[in-house]
């Protein structure tokens, strides 16, 4: 079995702060991991993924995450936010079967001006 | 290219009622997830089917709940005898490969009064 650990169930920070949402898997197998964002009232839209090769991977709007085998991580970061980063945020990991995703029970990012 | 889309967004239902979910994939997307959110939870993976077959239902409770996707039409998530424990957000996403390319819709939101 899969779980998926966010240790921040909230994360204020300034506008133009560094910030990094920490997520933490265990499983027993090779994963797959993703990083969604859920802006309120609106559906999942999928931030970033991990599945093979580099373990640094980059989104277009400037958020990153990085595999970390050894301590099971995959913690996202931003240099610096803006206030339209403000939403909830979803760490997720899939196994071998790729299509079951497993969820951690998110981190609310409130950037504040 | 309509996105994942599902109806109703909000549903009221007193307990005892039944509730039907639909949820429309992208077009050339023939496999279909459902996954509950409960306040305050991560997402939870319910079902996972393929056009007319159900592929695996493992996160489904085993009472009240079904589910289906015909050759025609939308899947639907149907909620018999509905209690105050089914409100809750109701996602459905759908991919054109198992596993792969997963597009979330925007949600149903049920309360049961």
């Known amino acids: 079995a899969q779980s998926v650990t966010q240790l921040d169930s909230q994360v204020p920070v300034f506008e133009e702060a560094p910030v990094e949402l920490r997520c933490n898997y265990s499983?027993?197998?090779?994963?797959?991991l993703f990083w969604y964002v859920q802006y309120p009232n609106q559906g999942l839209q999928l931030l970033l993924k991990y599945l093979s090769g580099s373990t640094l991977v980059e989104s277009i709007n400037g958020f990153e995450a990085e595999f970390n085998k050894s301590q099971t991580s995959f913690h996202l970061r931003k240099p610096s936010v803006h206030i339209s980063d403000t939403a909830e945020y979803f760490c997720a990991v899939s196994d071998g079967s790729n299509y079951k995703l497993t969820f951690g029970k998110g981190t609310l990012l409130t950037v504040n001006p | 290219n309509a996105g994942v889309m599902q109806n109703p967004r909000h549903l009221v239902r007193r307990r005892g009622q039944e509730a039907r979910l639909r949820c429309s994939p992208m077009?050339?997307?023939?496999?279909v997830y459902w996954y509950r959110q409960l306040p305050e939870e991560g997402l939870k993976f319910m079902v996972y089917l393929q056009k007319e077959n159900i592929i695996d239902e493992s996160g489904m409770p085993k009472e009240r709940f079904s589910a289906e996707f015909p050759k025609e039409g939308p899947s639907i998530l149907r909620i018999q005898q509905v209690v105050r424990g089914d409100s809750a957000a109701y996602f459905c996403a759908s991919s054109p490969r198992r596993g792969e390319g997963y597009t979330f819709g925007s949600g149903t939101r049920l309360t049961v009064v």
């Open positions: 077009k050339g997307h023939s496999h």
């Open positions: 499983s027993s197998v090779s994963v797959y």
